[in-house]
């Protein structure tokens, strides 16, 4: 059983809504051994390994639905038992789970698409892996199946190694406790690093927390708050109760200031924390001077402070508000007349709930010094059986971290207490904080009972809270989530996804520029690059989920507008979980025949992911029956159809309906861009008056804008924002690179677009035919290496009878064809088409064959260039004939410039002449 290929979908995705994990399976030999093959003492090995197998519900959804499928007529596959083994494995972990699917593939025996659940990406694979070797270890000795694990392998000692690992890489109780109360406010939320850097909202609305410490937390607050000696001076200048206390530096001012204090006393690092290196109710100098060596270990300040009489209490505060408080008490054993104190604190570590540091609600029991301490002290030892009911301390403090247990007070803490406690936080400056106060009843006024504040926590600990030993958990989260976002705050910005086979990156760039011109700082991912505020951050195609969590992480964003393709899609899904709007522009032949994406009906699929989880609008092209079948899997609260049919019936009776359309409707004066919504029909603009369609000539673009201006009016904006932006957008090189670009500053026009198959070149060639052109039409002509070759054919047979003379050319990456095979290609389809010989040459490289088209256009003549590398290519239709060297970086043009030499002006500098997107501009001048 060999996994061929895994895809980690990192949101949603063609499977789920969530993220999945997609294996490959070839199961080779054993798909002719289901599970009723394996016979039942295979099952029952499984279910004795897994027993939470029983529970699964499988197809059944119901308790043991699993094992029936296991005994049902063969039972079921390998593959399928994979599935639920992986699922298994990450909720023994503590990683919960539930989803799984398992497909055979059409066509190929043996093959199966395995998709499971998993909340960490390493945690699933390493279930995967762990699921694998498990199956092949219960095999029967007569399977002869590669990678079976050694026979001395122990399945126990590997669980247990993964649940550690899992545990390694999950949340920490407090920051859990945060995501939660953010996932019940609907609030998303991004992991920034592989601990407890956690991003709340997105863009420009994000509030971020380390742990239990927030982005507000001041620094100076943290840094007083670690300084005890400062924090005593200020609560004690407030009247606050605290102890006395003195810093000293070496041990025999330990022994000095404890007599000065007076025994007993407490020893403690100045910056400690934890409890770490904490020793209290010192009654003697010798033991302040063993304590001192022990917090020596964790700083060079070193605390000596009065041994205040009463119970440890933790009170937390958030907001300005005491939100719960519990009564800890430290580690301890307690004795049953039978087991020693050893035995005890193993049996107590047997405790589920207890895990090492933070990573479940109760920490596990150790010993160390301190333990051996307090053991010396009453005359214990490790081997010391206590008495039934006796409890045993092994730690003086009683933070949980060190293996204390927790008891809720919340309820009965007395008025005068919470107020002291909001009184500390607030004098320290903390958002949020921990108040460690010493009492015997904290349902006693402080002012009657006595008792004193030992310490101020900044990032204190949830999980005392959350999951208290004893007493009622506390919501202590919620009023964090509430403190960052204050109900009816927005938490997202508005989200526009983007998809389609042509004219996703022009529609993208229409809308974003609509949303600049209306007063947003727009995100914005293209097969270009990623763009905040209209600028390049990061070029290369940038369509994945990657770049799509670069535009929420970035905190100057309000309005994402992603484009989101095919291959990101397919690879690892989309980058977030939902979005406000969606558009599918169209579906035509591209990349079929790539990663198991064979028919336009699949590619459609993959498509409609994003429709699916838009929640105010999804946009659909009703001209493509493709997309117009995505309107029955949209959950989104409005369906908008744009047209370039006027007389559209489906379209029609969804307007009659009260539902709302974009339309191209025909007039005197041209084609006029109509809006349908409920009973309002609103002309919105005539298609000439947008630069970007060449006077209404090109139609492709026509459509790219009604798309643009459906997203933006379904995101709020008005009419007039989306009449203004759309006639401020053009399809220079400076705002649409690539798309559709026109140059008429040679005695030739040169068109440049990026169009890459067939319906992309469809719709240019359409465009070129609108054109009066007095002279000739020429094409530099191109298609991707993986395509397949009907689809490179079909390119060219598009092109056919168009130009007067063809320029054939391969891309710079061939990708895994011959060095001039597609240009080849393309010239034999020509030749078939009826293309006279003389009218074709074959030049693979695209910079040659580009000079080559320039160099024999003449004036009167069109020239269509279909570039690969846009920019490089721009650069040599501007400089053409210019004597300019052209590469990928900015370029230098000789210059002489003569100047008159008089008395009064001399010329002692150079002026250099620099290229940039836009054209020509001179970039320094020196002259006096």
């Not at 117009?628 to 899997?633: F, P, R, S, T």
């Amino acid at each position: 059983m060999k996994v061929v290929s895994t895809n980690v979908y990192v949101g949603p995705n063609a499977f789920a809504h969530f993220r999945v994990i997609r294996h490959i399976l070839d199961l080779g030999v054993l798909e002719d051994w289901p599970s009723m093959k394996l016979g039942e003492s295979y099952i029952q090995a499984l279910l004795e390994a897994l027993p939470g197998l029983r529970e699964h519900g499988c197809s059944y959804k119901e308790p043991g639905g699993f094992i029936k499928r296991l005994h049902e007529d063969e039972g079921t596959w390998m593959g399928h038992i994979m599935e639920h083994v992986a699922i298994e494995l990450q909720n023994v972990a503590g990683s919960p789970v539930t989803y799984g699917r398992t497909r055979s593939i059409e066509g190929e025996p043996g093959i199966y698409n395995m998709v499971f659940e998993y909340k960490d990406e390493a945690v699933g694979l390493e279930s995967s892996k762990l699921a694998k070797k498990l199956l092949l270890s219960l095999l029967p000795a007569n399977i002869e199946v590669e990678d079976r694990p050694e026979p001395d392998w122990e399945f126990g000692e590997e669980r247990d190694r993964f649940i550690r690992y899992a545990q390694s890489r999950a949340l920490g109780p407090s920051t859990a406790s945060l995501v939660a109360a953010a996932e019940e406010r609907n609030i998303p939320w991004i992991r920034l690093n592989r601990h407890s850097l956690i991003q709340f909202g997105h863009g420009k609305y994000q509030q971020r927390i380390q742990a239990t410490t927030t982005n507000r937390t001041g620094n100076i607050a943290v840094e007083l708050a670690g300084d005890k000696e400062e924090t005593n001076e200020i609560l004690r200048d407030l009247g606050l109760p605290v102890p006395e206390q003195r810093i000293v530096r070496d041990e025999s001012s330990a022994v000095r200031a404890a007599k000065h204090i007076g025994f007993p006393v407490v020893l403690k690092p100045l910056a400690g924390n934890h409890g770490r290196g904490v020793s209290i109710n010192l009654k003697t100098a010798e033991e302040v001077e063993v304590a001192y060596q022990k917090a020596r270990e964790h700083g060079r300040s070193i605390i000596v402070e009065t041994y205040i009489e009463g119970f440890d209490h933790r009170l937390l505060v958030v907001d300005g508000e005491l939100v719960a408080a519990a009564k800890r008490e430290p580690g301890h054993v307690v004795g049953d007349g039978k087991h020693t104190i050893g035995e005890l604190v193993d049996i107590v570590n047997e405790d589920p709930r207890r895990g090492v540091g933070h990573e479940k609600v109760l920490t596990r029991l150790e010993f160390d010094h301190q333990a051996e301490r307090l053991l010396k002290k009453i005359g214990y030892d490790q081997d010391t059986v206590p008495e039934e009911g006796e409890k045993v301390y092994l730690r003086s403090t009683a933070n949980l971290s060190t293996g204390g247990t927790a008891l809720d007070v919340t309820d009965v803490i007395h008025p005068d207490n919470r107020e002291m406690a909001i009184r500390a936080i607030n004098a320290i400056g903390l958002d949020i904080g921990g108040v460690d106060f010493l009492t015997n009843d904290i349902s006693l006024s402080y002012r009657e009972a006595g008792g004193g504040i030992c310490e101020v926590n900044a990032g204190p600990g949830f999980r005392m809270h959350v999951a208290p030993s004893e007493g009622t958990p506390r919501d202590v989260a919620g009023p964090v989530i509430d403190m960052l976002f204050p109900p009816g705050s927005p938490t997202r910005v508005p989200i526009a996804a983007i998809t389609g086979t042509n004219g996703k990156t022009t529609t993208s760039r229409m809308l974003a520029h609509i949303l600049k011109m209306t007063g947003y700082t727009v995100g914005m991912t293209s097969t270009d690059g990623v763009y905040i505020d209209g600028k390049l951050t990061v070029s290369g195609d940038m369509t994945g989920p990657k770049s799509s969590q670069m535009i929420l992480r970035d905190p100057s964003v309000d309005a994402a507008v992603l484009e989101v393709a095919r291959g990101g899609m397919l690879r690892s899904g989309l980058g977030f979980r939902r979005c406000n709007v969606a558009a599918c522009l169209n579906v035509a032949a591209d990349h079929l025949g790539v990663k198991g994406i064979d028919t336009l009906e699949q590619l459609a699929e993959i498509k409609r992911v994003p429709i699916e989880i838009a929640r105010d609008a999804a946009v659909l092209n009703a001209d493509d029956p493709l997309c117009l079948q995505m309107a029955d899997y949209t959950e989104a609260e409005r369906l908008c159809y744009v047209t370039m049919n006027p007389s559209h019936a489906l379209v029609k009776q969804h307007i009659r309906a009260g539902g709302e359309a974009f339309v191209l409707e025909q007039a005197l004066n041209g084609h006029m861009i109509a809006i349908y919504d409920g009973e309002a029909h609103t002309p919105l603009l005539w298609t000439h008056l947008i630069p970007a369609t060449i006077e209404g000539r090109a139609m492709h673009n026509v459509q790219n804008a009604m798309f643009a201006a459906a997203l933006a009016y379904n995101m709020g904006i008005s009419i007039e924002d989306i009449r203004h932006g759309l006639r401020t957008f053009d399809s220079t090189f400076f705002q649409a690179p690539g798309r559709m670009n026109i140059y008429d500053e040679h005695p030739f026009k040169v068109i440049l677009d990026y169009a890459h198959n067939a319906a992309a070149v469809s719709a240019i060639c359409d465009l070129v035919d609108r054109f009066d052109v007095e002279g000739r039409k020429v094409i530099v002509l191109a298609a991707p290496g993986d395509r397949r070759d009907e689809d490179i054919r079909k390119i060219a047979e598009i092109a056919s009878g168009h130009f007067d003379y063809y320029i054939c050319r391969r891309d710079d990456n061939p990708r895994g064809r011959g060095p001039d095979e597609v240009p080849i290609m393309l010239k034999d389809r020509l030749l078939e088409a009826g293309i006279h010989s003389d009218a074709i040459e074959v030049i693979p490289d695209e910079q040659e064959a580009n000079v080559r088209a320039l160099e024999i256009a003449e004036s009167g003549d069109l020239l269509l260039v279909l570039g690969d590398n846009v920019k490089r290519t721009w650069k040599q239709i501007i400089y053409f004939n210019s004597g300019a060297h052209v590469d990928d970086t900015t370029t230098k043009l000789p210059v002489h410039i003569e100047l008159p030499q008089t008395e009064d002006f001399t010329f002692d500098s150079s002026v250099e002449i620099i290229s940039d997107e836009r054209g020509v501009r001179i970039a320094r001048e020196e002259a006096d």
